[in-house]
């Protein structure tokens, strides 16, 4: 901290908290130059490697680390891209006498930073998996707080911490708890805002650069990093540096938090900081290096979620702005002027931006409607906007903080959004917003005076953090960012209005002439801005849906139609498989109860599994085509499918729709027409040709003889009845007993979703009998294998109780329990609603 009499904030931002000097306790650190002679050591590093830091200095790194851990540290650091990349080993022995190290390289200016510590000795430990699982839930979640809130659950299941926080900033750069995961004795900060000044702006700027920053233990003792300086008199940049030490101020607000242990994630969107997930506990926590790695990947995949809900908000945006330019070119621009149509006007605006009052001036000309300026005030404020850009809506929600004279009309509005839609003279739709006394709850006093602290004159962290509630008057409600880019919409279509009633009116060729310069600008930022967002869209959902709940229901359907076919496959060994099944199953996911629209005739044929899987996709786009717009698609249609071995062994596939509505080509050739025309040709060389006749699509494909032979025996007979399945409920509580924890809370959300009034969760026998003896249980799902232990012990108290259960497994046997209880039915990994309805169904029955 620099030596100043003067105690402010910015003296906190300019504490030098990248080159402390200092690592923490639980790792150690190695630096060595380009030719790898090693410049700086930890003095802990006796502590961790028996190492001397001392005698280390100015020697070959090769002289205290074994041979085979150098070759592997070699060929890694051959992967750092940049500057603020780093590369990882995990369980290495970096001096060879068995010990496991997790280490991680990065490069700091000319030098190579080596930190080490102790590998946990958990087994068989799959944190990647776990992330993967979690971000599978998040993606459910259709909002942003529920997402966040996910998030929350996630980290905390993955690091045991009493309380994680999803916390995000402001423009302002506060931060406000959006989301909180905690145990029951912690205390609870969501919804509260915490200051600008709580997180420095140096700290921001390496949260972007550095994306996990732990603290094991603020009371745990740290070790200088040795020599201090470099012979250049420059100390050793650790801003990318995970055993970094911590700035005493942070320590010290932490104490005053009641935290022993913390952990912070980044939260970057666009390359920008976005938030953080700060994690909490009042003792002591270490995560091991591999896991920290594991939040890490967790919080880039949360980040890009947030960039594809964002997406879609955009893409809704965009939608709406064109219905609402679409409404107005037809309801305004009539060739009367917009004061002819001003309440068409405002009542259209309202629908897509909310507000307490509109003025329209135009020509000169004040027409207003609500709570607004009066005529004289209004011009006052209008020359004010002139001095704006002419090309941008001007927003603010605190009029008064730009514009002096707003405190005549502050009893009517307090904040404004300014729409030009010329250039000269200016135009302006203006909206306004009245004033909106806000209680903002802060974690503490945000304006808690500099004192002089215990580590110099600075200023002191915050010693409580009781909720302290402020009152904020003199502004309005804020404008959000969909309502801004609905305003940047709206100005342009505005635009196109009045260039059209200036043609119609025959108004003077010069200012036509510039006002089409100023849309010809606008529309050509609007493009570009759409053609970004394009971009995105492709990039990031791989794919021509409109939006992700749409792709991934497309993805899902031809997930499925595989796995049907994957199904047939391994019940046969993945050998030759009839044609017919393929056809009467994916008959049957379509056409429930309605099997008899779908005719097959002709020989029957089996087919090489390579044929039998990309059959599989083409006749599912097929029957997906023809339920939402072919013959499928009406009560009265129907499709044949015939059969026909050549002599030369092709085979020749007719489909045949009839009976339908008329059938029109498509405009454009999406993925699902690339798939019925490509795949054949291209994956089995043989030849598809389709025809999209009036009376229905028809299509023939051929398949080449080496792929298809006549069927060896009898085909079985695949039930194509659909009588629907009779529904059941679950009546009452249920347990899930289950070792993972995230497959726990989908079987939880699944037995939900059939009726159960509350979930109870078990990891373990004991903790299962526990819940069983406090708790009326109607139903349960035991996992039968629980990795030390199984639940055979779980299976008996049920029993005895007279409480059915359902048997889950992933290895496909249960052995000695599915003989001592024969009448369980059995689920597989993975599950399921419909397996778990099944069962449900067999206890019924």
């Not at 730009?402 to 904040?415: E, I, K, L, T």
Request: charged content about 25%; overall charge negative; proline content about 5%.
């Amino acid at each position: 901290m620099p030596n100043t009499d003067a105690v402010d904030l910015p003296n906190c931002d300019r504490e030098p908290i990248h080159i402390p000097g200092r690592v923490q306790d639980y790792g150690c650190l190695i630096a060595v130059s380009l030719e790898w002679m090693v410049c700086h050591a930890s003095a802990n590093l006796s502590a961790h490697l028996g190492l001397d830091p001392v005698t280390m200095i100015g020697t070959r790194i090769s002289e205290h680390l074994a041979p085979d851990f150098l070759h592997r540290l070699r060929n890694r650091i051959q992967l750092l891209a940049t500057e603020d990349s780093t590369v990882r080993l995990y369980r290495v022995d970096p001096i060879g006498d068995g010990r496991a190290f997790d280490v991680s390289v990065h490069l700091s200016g000319r030098t190579y930073v080596i930190e080490m510590e102790p590998a946990s000795e958990e087994p068989d430990r799959d944190d990647a998996t776990a992330v993967q699982m979690m971000i599978a839930r998040l993606r459910q979640r259709d909002t942003l707080a529920g997402a966040t809130d996910e998030a929350a659950q996630a980290v905390r299941s993955l690091t045991g911490f009493d309380r994680v926080m999803v916390y995000r900033f402001d423009d302002d750069q506060s931060g406000e708890v959006i989301a909180e995961a905690r145990g029951d004795d912690a205390h609870s900060y969501d919804g509260l805002r915490f200051p600008a000044s709580d997180i420095p702006k140096q700290a921001r700027a390496l949260y972007t650069r550095n994306l996990i920053r732990m603290i094991a233990d603020v009371d745990a003792p740290t070790h200088e990093i040795q020599p201090a300086v470099s012979p250049d008199g420059v100390p050793l940049d650790l801003s990318l540096s995970a055993t970094r030490a911590v700035s005493p101020i942070h320590l010290e607000y932490l104490r005053n938090m009641g935290v022993r242990a913390s952990l912070s994630i980044s939260i970057l969107r666009k390359g920008k900081l976005w938030g953080l997930i700060a994690c909490h506990h009042h003792s002591p926590r270490y995560i091991d290096f591999e896991r920290r790695s594991a939040l890490e990947l967790f919080a880039q995949l949360f980040s890009y979620e947030l960039v594809q809900k964002e997406t879609e908000r955009e893409m809704e945006d965009v939608e709406r702005a064109r219905r609402l330019h679409d409404v107005l070119m037809n309801q305004v621009s009539s060739g009367e002027g917009l004061e002819a149509e001003f309440d068409t006007l405002a009542d259209r605006i309202a629908e897509a931006i909310p507000h307490d009052g509109i003025v329209l001036y135009a020509g000169g000309e004040y027409t207003a409607r609500g709570r607004v300026p009066t005529q004289d005030e209004f011009y006052g404020l209008a020359r004010f906007l002139n001095a704006a850009s002419a090309t941008e809506t001007f927003v603010t929600d605190n009029i008064e903080a730009h514009y002096p004279g707003a405190d005549s009309f502050a009893d009517r509005a307090a904040g404004l959004m300014a729409l030009p839609v010329s250039r000269t003279p200016r135009d302006y739709i203006v909206l306004f917003r009245r004033e909106l006394s806000q209680s903002v709850e802060w974690a503490g006093n945000p304006d808690k005076p500099a004192e002089t602290g215990p580590n110099g004159v600075r200023l002191t962290p915050r010693k409580s953090f009781e909720t302290w509630r402020e009152v904020v008057r003199g502004r309005s409600a804020r404008w959000t960012e969909p309502e801004r880019r609905a305003a940047d919409s709206l100005r342009i279509t505005l635009i196109e209005v009045i260039l059209k009633l200036t043609d119609e009116a025959d108004a003077a060729r010069k200012q036509a002439s510039e006002r089409q310069e100023l849309l010809i600008a606008e529309l050509n930022h609007r493009v570009r801005n759409i053609l970004n967002l394009i971009r995105g869209l492709v990039s990031q959902s791989r794919g021509g849906a409109l939006s992700v709940d749409e792709y991934t229901r497309v993805l899902d359907t031809r997930i499925t139609a595989l796995s049907r076919a994957h199904d047939q496959l391994t019940q046969r060994e993945w050998g030759w498989s009839p044609l017919r099944e393929l056809i009467a199953i994916e008959t049957r996911a379509f056409l429930a109860g309605r099997g008899e629209r779908l005719r097959q005739t002709g020989d029957e044929v089996e087919l090489s599994p390579n044929a039998f899987t990309t059959l599989a996709l083409v006749l599912h786009e097929l029957m997906t085509n023809s339920a939402k717009y072919g013959a499928l698609s009406s009560a009265t249609g129907s499709v044949d499918v015939a059969t026909r071995l050549e002599r030369d062994g092709t085979l020749v596939i007719d489909w045949i729709e009839s009976g339908g509505p008329p059938v029109k080509a498509p405009t454009r050739e999406g993925f699902g027409t690339t798939i019925i025309q490509r795949s054949i040709p291209y994956d089995l060389r043989g030849t598809a040709d389709v025809s999209y006749k009036v009376t229905g699509l028809t299509a023939r494909f051929t398949l080449p003889g080496h792929l298809v032979r006549p069927c060896a025996g009898s085909v079985s007979q695949v039930d194509q009845s659909d009588a629907p399945a009779p529904e059941v409920s679950i009546s009452g509580a249920a347990l899930v007993l289950e070792d993972n924890m995230i497959i726990a809370m989908d079987v939880a959300d699944m037995l939900k979703d059939l009726g159960a009034s509350g979930v109870h969760i078990a990891a373990g026998v004991s903790d299962a009998q526990r819940q069983i003896e406090e708790h009326d249980i109607s139903i349960a799902v035991l996992d039968v294998n629980l990795g030390t232990e199984t639940s055979v012990v779980v299976a008996e108290v049920l029993a005895a109780k007279g409480v059915p259960f359902i048997l889950a497994t992933g290895y496909g046997a249960v052995g000695e329990i599915r003989n001592t209880f024969p009448e369980a039915p059995i689920v597989k990994k993975p599950y399921t609603e419909a397996d778990f309805s099944a069962a449900l169904r067999k206890l019924a029955g």
